[in-house]
């Protein structure tokens, strides 16, 4: 059997939670997988996949983000992101030269890649959403990635088609033909699953993402949680850690659970309230979850675009937190009719395995 190395991006944990499919995927034909990555995604998936070895491996550090003022800040950090990818090559160059390995796999780690061994790159986002004033910067990254990406042998996109209803929207989508060849629309990969089982939780509410945004939106949701109606499940996001409290006697707050206890609460909820990233959008859309309201990160485009594309779609609303009104938001929330259907996470791991992934191992 084959050897993987599978490496994820440490900011938030939508990297590491979308890669879990894969890796139960590649551990269930008998491969060994070994998982680079640090912070939070480590301590995650060490309780998520304890059968794997585990290389700490430092990635980018995350620009600090107040929100209003993200884009000079990030731009002003670009030479700091550069001065860790060319560490991060040399730390990769290392692992692999210590270590034998048939594939490895990088969640937008643009400097772990092999030219000995298959590479791929794990992507939903072929392009970028800067605000209009920042278009020379979006250019710029288009081809900044696309120099990126001819590294790797195969660029996994964890999406739809764009013919069938792409939950990234134009993110999702390349405008470079030499890219083409390279692309492989895997569907949704989520970290749940949907279950069969009672709607009994009247409010999901998911606190999630990178700090220091994840505590600001932690303080303007946990004051109003109280005055909704109901049965409510707060998600901190706090893997490091293992907390079970109550904030009143409707709510019970986790700062961690299991990605399997996270697919009965999903399954259970009637309504969810979180942020905008990716992964969780793939969350909602693998659990089937109709009704929700999403919150996007300041700040973080990306966020911003798919909560402006789910609107206009008519799928979902979103709201800034900096005027959220719970009560308010949720009634208005009704109006819309959530994600369209698609194939579950089961097929596209399936699929991806057989597709792309065994031609190497």
């Not at 290392?94 to 992507?123: C, H, M, W, Y």
Request: glycine letters at 6%; a neutral charge.
């Amino acid at each position: 059997m084959g050897s993987v190395f599978v490496s994820p991006l440490n900011w938030g944990l939508g990297h590491a939670s979308r890669d879990v499919p894969i890796i139960r995927e590649l551990l269930s034909h008998g491969h060994d997988v070994t998982i680079g990555t640090s912070g939070n995604a480590l301590a995650f998936l060490k309780k998520e996949c304890p059968e794997c070895g585990f290389i700490p491996f430092e990635d980018y550090p995350i620009p600090h983000n107040n929100g209003r003022i993200f884009l000079p800040t990030y731009t002003a950090y670009i030479p700091r992101l550069i001065e860790a990818y060319l560490s991060e090559r040399k730390r990769a160059e290392k692992i692999f030269s210590e270590n034998a390995f048939d594939l490895i796999i990088s969640d937008s780690r643009s400097g772990v890649f092999s030219r000995q061994v298959p590479s791929i790159q794990i992507t939903h986002q072929l392009q970028q959403s800067l605000p209009l004033i920042a278009w020379p910067l979006e250019l710029l990254g288009v081809c900044v990635q696309a120099d990126a990406f001819s590294r790797f042998t195969t660029i996994v996109v964890p999406d739809n088609t764009p013919d069938r209803g792409a939950l990234a929207g134009k993110l999702s989508r390349t405008c470079v033909p030499a890219l083409s060849d390279r692309m492989y629309y895997c569907g949704i990969l989520a970290s749940v699953r949907k279950e069969p089982v009672k709607k009994d939780i009247d409010y999901l509410i998911i606190i999630s993402g990178m700090e220091p945004q994840r505590t600001a939106l932690e303080k303007i949701l946990l004051p109003q949680i109280p005055h909704l109606p109901g049965r409510k499940v707060v998600l901190l996001g706090k893997p490091a850690t293992d907390r079970v409290t109550t904030l009143d006697d409707g709510t019970v707050l986790y700062s961690y659970i299991s990605s399997r206890e996270k697919s009965s609460l999903m399954s259970r909820a009637r309504f969810i309230i979180s942020r905008s990233g990716y992964t969780t959008m793939m969350d909602v859309a693998e659990a089937g979850l109709g009704s929700g309201l999403f919150i996007p990160t300041p700040g973080q485009w990306e966020q911003e675009y798919l909560s402006r594309y789910y609107r206009n779609e008519g799928w979902f609303l979103s709201q800034s937190q900096y005027r959220l009104r719970l009560l308010r938001d949720i009634r208005r929330a009704a109006n819309f009719s959530g994600f369209p259907s698609m194939t579950t996470t089961e097929e596209n791991v399936h699929r991806l395995y057989q597709d792309v992934l065994s031609e190497h191992l």
